[in-house]
T-cell receptor, first 117, second 116 residues
Framework: GESVGLHLPTLSVQEGDNSIINCAYS??????FIWYKQESGKGPQFIID?????DKRQGQRVTVLLNKTVKHLSLQIAATQPGDSAVYFC????????????????FGKGTHLIIQP | ETGVTQTPRHLVMGMTNKKSLKCEQH?????MYWYKQSAKKPLELMFV???????ENNSVPSRFSPECPNSSHLFLHLHTLQPEDSALYLC???????????????FGPGTRLTVL
């Protein structure tokens, strides 16, 4: 079925290195993508979003890349810090007629980013 | 803090108990959501409320009963739950119903529920 998924459940990086977290989606009708960060004991927190008419968007230390040809989304974190340790979720919002719930918001399982000193 | 609070943060209950989860948002949002987060599974949308009216019930068993008395408060009433209902229950809100042209959802910290 249609789904949003993440390639790796765990990613370990050295402090100061760049991190890349990947996400695949299967519904080409998806219009909007969001990355969330969930720290231990907390709810998901919005990081950055991108609309389907864009292929790149930058925030503070984070960049999201969207490749609609291969239905791939990535989150790049520059100069990873200990505070970046968390589980990262991608989510897609589908067009209103494509199903997926009242707001068409579907989440991936998450990637656990571990920062090594 | 996201402006969305949930109580209690932790709850342990037996299968015959009745309990309620509470969510409150201080953001002036019109839409509120309940999600279930189980280990190693994606977030599952349970209920959606917009302007205090339920607009979505994603095939959730009747042992979960939501209530939205006003746009700032959302409850999830629990009755005769099963051990497999143990999970983190997250509340979220957004200015309007989330969609391609609108708004991000703001999540509360969740209630960690354990059903014995």
């Amino acid at each position: 079925g249609e789904s949003v998924g993440l390639h790796l459940p765990t990613l370990s990086v050295q402090e100061g290195d760049n991190s890349i977290i990947n996400c695949a989606y299967s519904n080409s009708a998806s219009d909007y993508f969001i990355w969330y960060k969930q720290e231990s004991g907390k709810g998901p927190q919005f990081i950055i979003d991108i609309r389907s008419n864009m292929d790149k968007r930058q925030g503070q230390r984070v960049t999201v890349l969207l490749n609609k040809t291969v239905k791939h989304l990535s989150l790049q974190i520059a100069a990873t810090q200990p505070g970046d340790s968390a589980v990262y979720f991608c989510a897609e919002i589908r067009s209103p007629n494509s199903g997926g719930g009242a707001d068409g918001l579907t989440f991936g399982k998450g990637t656990h980013l571990i920062i090594q000193p | 803090e996201t402006g969305v609070t949930q109580t209690p943060r932790h709850l342990v209950m037996g299968m015959t108990n009745k309990k309620s989860l509470k969510c409150e948002q201080h953001l002036g949002h019109n839409a509120m959501y309940w999600y279930k987060q189980s280990a190693k599974k994606p977030l599952e949308l349970m209920f959606v409320y917009s302007l205090e009216e339920r607009v979505e019930n994603n095939s959730v068993p009747s042992r979960f009963s939501p209530e939205c008395p006003n746009s700032s408060h959302l409850f999830l009433h629990l009755h005769t739950l099963q051990p497999e209902d143990s999970a983190l229950y997250l509340c979220a809100s957004s200015p309007e119903l989330a969609g391609p042209s609108t708004d991000t959802q703001y999540f509360g910290p969740g209630t960690r529920l354990t059903v014995l």
